[in-house]
Nanobody, 128 residues
Framework: VQLMESGGGSVPTGGSLRLSCAVS????????MAWFRQAPGKAREGVAT???????SHSESVKGRFAISSDNARVSHDLQMDSLKPEDSGMYYC???????????????????????WGQGVQVTVSS
């Protein structure tokens, strides 16, 4: 299984970025795909998830500004990020794991250690 992120970069406050996660080799019929982020000195935080049945969730800190989506073939999972703030800066990671994890993340508990596969991460920097 390989996950590869792309689309990171630097933008001013209020700007937009679109991150993409290309997935290959993931043969499970059901799954939870997620975007996490980690700022220096802080814990990894679940940002958004999309399950194999199409159910989506977003953390309170990004709700209304970020949107997760999936292509029809479900080989790419994107994160559209609008109205970016300096506190959104950090490394962003794509992750994949069991279907049940999406329900947990939707309730505010998103255990990164339960996700099985990870991308290498992309840097997002929002300047003030």
């Amino acid at each position: 299984v390989q996950l590869m992120e792309s689309g990171g970069g630097s933008v001013p406050t209020g700007g937009s970025l679109r991150l993409s996660c290309a997935v290959s080799g993931y043969t499970y019929q059901t799954y939870c795909m997620a975007w996490f982020r980690q700022a220096p000195g802080k814990a990894r935080e679940g940002v958004a998830t999309i399950a194999s049945n199409g159910t989506k969730s977003h953390s309170e800190s990004v709700k209304g500004r970020f949107a997760i989506s999936s292509d029809n073939a479900r080989v790419s999972h994107d994160l559209q990020m609008d109205s970016l703030k300096p506190e959104d800066s950090g490394m962003y990671y794509c992750a994949a794991g069991p279907f049940a994890l999406c329900a947990w993340c939707g309730k505010g508990y998103c255990p990164s250690e339960r996700f099985l596969f990870w991308g290498q991460g992309v840097q997002v920097t929002v300047s003030s």
